[in-house]
């Protein structure tokens, strides 16, 4: 007995579970990606969800680029980007990737400046709201009071 044509998908698409099962990534985070538009399904007649297997792809990239510590929102606008109605290309996925080299060079170059000043600070104990240059440099937060706070030195 043949499968049933599914309208959806005529190749039959990939549930929701195998999606999961093949990418690694739990069912609700495949919800979860979903509501933030980061991946797509269409309905079945019966209601359940169906994804292009190109998905599969889809959500490697965005396990990846998680891992690197590019946020959700800079996920969602590039893959945007990426052509509606057909697979992506290597050209496409390749002009993604260069999107994101500017935002993960200064994410290397702001840890490993911050790398290198605690080593100046680990264990001095000063806590110097005025001198620290990891929690307030140039003591830009002095006219907010005292107390401590955070701040990210503007990116220039």
């Known amino acids: 007995m043949s499968k049933p044509v599914d309208p959806v998908f005529p190749g039959g698409g990939l549930s ?3 999606v999961a099962r093949r990418s690694g990534v739990a069912v609700s985070t495949l919800h979860f990606y ?3 538009g980061l991946i797509f ?3 079945t007649n ?3 969800r169906r994804y292009p297997r190109g998905i599969l792809r889809r959500v490697a990239v965005i396990k990846v680029a998680q891992r690197t510590g590019i946020p959700l929102a800079s996920i969602q606008a590039a893959l945007a980007r990426l052509p509606d109605g057909r697979a ?3 050209e496409d996925w390749a002009e993604l990737s260069r ?3 500017a935002e993960l060079d200064d994410r290397i170059r702001r840890l490993t400046q911050l790398r290198d000043q605690m080593d100046d600070c680990i264990g001095c104990g000063c806590l110097s709201m005025k001198a620290c240059p990891l929690r307030n440099p ?3 937060l002095a006219a907010q009071g ?3 706070r955070l701040l990210e030195p503007e990116v220039s």
């Open 88 to 90: 992506p290309t290597a």
């Open 146 to 148: 005292a107390g401590p």
């Open 138 to 140: 140039h003591d830009a």
């Open 34 to 36: 979903e509501t933030k």
């Open 41 to 43: 399904s269409l309905r």
């Open 16 to 18: 929701v579970g195998e």
């Open 99 to 101: 999107a994101w080299r």
């Open 46 to 48: 019966g209601n359940q």
